[in-house]
């Protein structure tokens, strides 16, 4: 009995839990050949689309070349076709929705974890997660038939008329060389960004902040400090870089966003500092043009929607490693 | 999706006109028509025809779909209206049977390449009207040159001398110019744009495609009824609209001087004068745009049903001749109630002939 035991104690936990597996039943291997299949499934399709989608945008990048592409002439009618602007209207619109919706958001999560009572944290919670149901196409149309229309004369037109001329301000908010400001434009879209991207990382936040140790928190109340202060000193550092992680990830959803985009942005292929301006972006051109589409043109849009993949990929590996890498701290410390 | 969204509904009220249609036909169905050459012979066929394309013909392709249940209940037709560009490609990689196009194939279009003959059925013609919102102002002219100045924003203003000097006796405002186009791919941009190219090709250097660089000032809707839509909430814009959405937005319209030097209003009967004005090729590609006659809408444009010579097999020949025979035969008295207009005779016969060479 004695030496038994003290066998199954060093080898025997490797021997038995190999016996397991190769007594396992019929069914778990079917399940997990099936799991398996389905997972590189994903990664297949995935690899798919990147190969077909650049095989047929060879002849964009074939033609244009790496200055070609980066040029800022988008013009079909003359087959001319620079993606610049539309990288630009991307990069620009998903930093306005960053900038705008990362404060309010990071608020709320502070809000529902560390400011009111958790029944009363509920039904909040439910109504930023009903944004997140909102569809896209709702938000687009919104966007575009009630809130450009709307915000042109009660917002737009006054700020430029009064930024007009002052440097810095004047070269973003003021009016452009082309005109008055415009309803759809550059700013309109980063909004509508905002607000699509708030519920993601709001909740993305709040799964961040509520791992920070109660212990530490009340460790710190204890030392006198104030609510502010525990924030600052306790929650804060244990949850930055998840709540960058949340930023990258609702960053990536902002770029991919096509249709309140292709809606709201006012498609003008222009770079431009001024906000108020109409631009354009990747997926908005794309979902735009692509039904007329034929030739090179065709093979332009396809080539932007495999930037537009390479850029998401980007963003989002970025996202998932800041994560990791702060979870591995926080649970180090 | 917003174009989509109205095309139904304008299918919506087509359809209701269909229906109408269909229930005077069918009182006078009691006696045996005369003029049956158009229609298709008796033979009952069954199937499925898949089209897709040009959305300039949404309206037509439904309310003729809808009508063409009482003349073969045994097929059933479906027309998805995705844009002429991804028709074609649809059709010649084989996922339709036929595709809707505004354009013929762009020499520059490599997905046919050594698929077989393609044939051109013209089915529909179409004015494309220059909508404005101008307060007081019910009868503008413009021509060709004044219009290509004002979309590359050169003309500015409603009283720049350029519009005054084609309008006497017209008082106009020194509101500023709003141009409103067409955010997504359009063959109404094309065919606009076509007629600008060929009516005043010194004066328009923006060139013609279904996409074209606009000047920035201009403000884009999506679809017709989204450039309609700007044209009704911006005091002193002008836009390209068809006239069907023209009319369903109750806009105001321009005449526009013709190859002639007349200034026609756009209609069915200006639309159709127009077309029977232009020279056909023998594949029967053309350009309704800037034809000559006296009473032609210079701004017209046309659509195509696009169908492989050689069929896969004789049931499928068979229905696409019914399909493309009603279209061109009864179907085409559809088209005045749903504001596009009739081919002339003269085409509409060539295309008919043409119904034969459709083989299995």
Redesign the interface.
Known sequence: MTSHSARADSAGIAGSARALAERRPLGDRVFQALALAAGLLVLAILVLILVSTTQQSTTWFGKEGITGIFST??????NKFGALTFIYGTAITAVIAVILAVPVSVAIALLLTEVVPYRWARPIVYVIDLLAVVPS?VW??WGVQVFA?WVLPHVYAPVARALKGVPVLGNVFGP?T??AP?G?AFFTAGLILAFMITPIVTSLSREVIATVPTIDKEGAYALGATRLEMIRGVVWPHSQGGIVGAVLLGLGRAMGET?AA??VI?????ITSHLL??GYSMPAVIA???????????SALLGIGVLLFLLTIIVNVLARAVVARNVQRTRGA | ??PRGRKRVAAGIGGIAALAVAVSLSACSSSPKPSGGSSPTAAPLTGTLNGAGS?FQTTFQQAAISQFKSVQSGMTVNYDP?????G??DLAAGTVNYAGSDSPI?S????FTGKGTVLYFPVVIGPITMSYNLAGVSNLKLDPTVIANIFQGKITTWNDPAITALNPGVSLPSQ?ITIAVR?????TT?NF?LFLQTAVPSAWS???????????????G?GNSGVAQIIK?TPGAIGYVDLSTAHASGLTYASVKNSSGNYIAPSAASASASAAGVTVNPDLTFHAVWGSGAQAYPITYQSWVLVFEKQPNANDAKMLQAWIGYLLGDGQSLLPSLDYAKLPASIDQMAKAQLSKITG
């Open positions: 002439t988008w013009d079909p009618a003359h196409v687009g149309l229309p452009s082309s005109g415009s759809p249709i292709a809606l006012g498609s003008s292929t222009q301006s109409p735009n043009q692509f039904g007329e589409a034929f030739g090179e043109f065709r | 999706m917003q959305t995705v844009g002429s560009g991804t074609r490609s762009p520059t279009e490599t997905d500023a955010q997504d791919s359009s063959g094309q744009s923006l060139g013609s495609s279904s996409t074209i660089s606009w000047p920035h000032s201009a403000h884009a999506s909430s």
